[in-house]
């Protein structure tokens, strides 16, 4: 018997993504965001929601770009730290010692200091209510080379991405691998009805 | 120096949830979707996308509603199984042995043995591509009472979510508990610059 808990984003697991942006004189500002998820496999597409209320948002009305920035759980304090300030008080960059590097693809900085980040342009804005959501066509993805697996993919153990549970508001980890995806339940779809 | 590796949706972490649907002869539908997250505080809202040639894509085009069910990795075989097979061709809860719950709120059925289920209202649909994207009022949570904690959250160390590493298409558990959002930064919040 399940115990019904309201209208709540009550759900797991979540990302928590670092947001770079210029803002209209060019400072790089970066914000962690966990309402945010791929949305489109072609064109490549990433959906990341703000408040209107954030520094960010008048940042990606302005520049119709940004960059998504996974941190790894060693960057955690910064990660944190991105989701507390405001880029209207003060330079998130500075203080947190990352450095902005400017993409050559889009109207938006990235962090040097991140294993994997992402490219995007702004194809679509919407208006949904405290949040607005904005659809990022993927430009480019970078990585570190010492992320890298043998076929040359970003491997999820060794960025260490950090996990986003909405409930508690806690951080977690990447625990261990379980099974290959379109393998192991196979067997199920085998199997005569 | 960062490698460059094209333009592809190598991004962690990504979920593993199940879309429940109705078809337009009330037959009870699930499927796996990566491409998913919160978009939106009030109203809750969740997006997820599908391709047009999925069965559920039908599904939720006619119902206008779905549900997000969030498997346990112990249910990992029948959540890949979700992901492999369509409900063109076969009754996925039948072969599964998942029950299907009529929800009361919305037109959609959900998982009886899930942890943690969403109820969702679609107030938006977009077609960016390959995929279209649903957006979905949270009408409810539902939750398994073995997996809230003391705060009456569900917790993520209970419901042991899936979570989806697009790269390599492996199949990942929920790790340690890192730190507390919002505070393990507030020391870097409060530095003078």
Same mark, same amino acid.
């Given at each position: 018997?399940?115990?019904?808990?309201?209208?709540?984003?009550?759900?797991?697991?979540?990302?928590?993504?670092?947001?770079?942006?210029?803002?209209?004189?060019?400072?790089?500002?970066?914000? &962690?965001?966990?309402?945010?998820?791929?949305?489109?496999?072609?064109?490549?597409?990433?959906?990341?929601?703000?408040?209107?209320?954030?520094?960010?948002? +008048?940042?990606?009305?302005?520049?119709? &770009?940004?960059?998504?920035?996974?941190?790894?759980?060693?960057?955690?304090?910064?990660?944190?730290?991105?989701?507390? &300030?405001? +880029?209207?008080?003060?330079?998130?960059?500075?203080?947190?010692?990352?450095?902005?590097?400017?993409?050559?693809?889009?109207?938006?900085?990235?962090?040097?200091?991140?294993?994997?980040?992402?490219?995007?342009?702004?194809?679509?804005?919407?208006?949904?209510?405290?949040?607005?959501?904005?659809?990022?066509?993927?430009?480019?993805?970078?990585?570190?080379?010492?992320?890298?697996?043998?076929?040359?993919?970003?491997?999820?153990?060794?960025?260490?991405?950090?996990?986003? &549970?909405? +409930?508690?508001?806690?951080?977690?980890?990447?625990?261990?691998?379980?099974?290959?995806?379109?393998?192991? +339940?196979?067997?199920?779809?085998?199997?005569?009805?």
């Amino acid at each position: 018997m399940k115990k019904s808990l309201g209208a709540k984003t009550l759900v797991y697991p979540c990302p928590d993504w670092i947001v770079g942006t210029y803002d209209e004189n060019g400072k790089p500002n970066v914000m &962690a965001a966990a309402w945010a998820g791929v949305c489109c496999s072609k064109p490549p597409c990433i959906t990341v929601s703000l408040r209107k209320a954030t520094y960010s948002y +008048g940042c990606l009305m302005h520049s119709k &770009a940004y960059t998504i920035n996974i941190l790894s759980e060693d960057q955690l304090v910064e990660a944190d730290y991105f989701g507390i &300030a405001s +880029g209207r008080d003060e330079d998130k960059f500075a203080k947190s010692g990352f450095t902005p590097v400017k993409s050559e693809l889009v109207n938006a900085p990235y962090i040097k200091e991140a294993p994997l980040i992402l490219e995007c342009k702004i194809i679509h804005t919407y208006e949904i209510g405290l949040h607005t959501q904005f659809i990022g066509e993927i430009m480019d993805v970078k990585a570190e080379e010492n992320v890298l697996d043998s076929e040359g993919n970003p491997s999820i153990e060794k960025v260490r991405p950090i996990i986003y &549970a909405t +409930g508690d508001r806690e951080y977690f980890s990447i625990g261990k691998k379980l099974e290959r995806a379109y393998k192991v +339940g196979m067997p199920m779809a085998k199997k005569k009805e």
